[in-house]
């Protein structure tokens, strides 16, 4: 079973970005979000409605990604991810009223029952920014989002509840509040770090 890292961070942090950087520089293959090919994140956008569609869409999408990640001799990189999906995103959607108590719940026997079968992240990787920063790569951004500027505290907060109860030694947490474009400046030192992750 291949090796899996996963990248997590409130919206707008540089998730993506990350990935697509380390996969540039070193033999990693990934797995990203993909917006624009999800069928209900656009409906999600205008219509509420849509959001249990949308997240079960997403839950399901990251459960397959991890499956087809572990099985390639390369090391897997995400964006995001399953548990950031479910412990983050699917938490914040119910406390904005978008999921039901009962569409919650849904959320969480699939993501329960995928923790059971698959293993969790070999490491995860926290990034974090300040709130002007994460404001301002949200303005430039040109894709579908349904969490903005406003959700950043409570996401956070989601995001701490569930990493604070994973043992530190699978966790690295990154202030890129100053990074430049690309991550060049970071990439060497994080590479080095994650040597053993990868062949």
Request: net charge neutral; with cysteine; glycine share 6%.
């Amino acid at each position: 079973m291949g090796k899996l890292i996963v990248i997590v961070g409130s919206t707008g942090v540089g998730k993506t970005a990350l990935v697509r950087a380390l996969c540039k520089q070193a033999p990693f293959i990934s797995g990203l979000e993909g917006h624009a090919e999800r069928p209900f994140q656009g409906l999600f956008k205008t219509d509420a409605r849509y959001a249990f569609a949308n997240q079960m869409d997403y839950l399901l999408l990251r459960a397959e990604q991890e499956r087809f990640l572990r099985l390639s001799p390369q090391t897997g990189l995400m964006d995001g991810g399953l548990d950031m999906d479910f412990h983050g995103f699917t938490r914040l959607f119910h406390a904005r009223l978008w999921l039901t108590d009962a569409e919650f719940d849904l959320c969480r026997r699939f993501y329960d029952l995928v923790r059971t079968h698959q293993p969790p992240p070999d490491l995860i990787i926290h990034l974090t920014a300040n709130p002007l920063a994460i404001s301002r790569r949200l303005a430039t951004r040109k894709r579908i989002n349904i969490a903005g500027a406003e959700d950043i505290l409570q996401l956070d907060s989601f995001l701490e509840d569930w990493l604070s109860t994973l043992p530190s030694d699978h966790l690295l947490h990154i202030d890129v509040s100053e990074n430049d474009f690309g991550y060049r400046r970071l990439i060497p030192s994080l590479l080095n770090t994650l040597r053993p992750y990868y062949r």
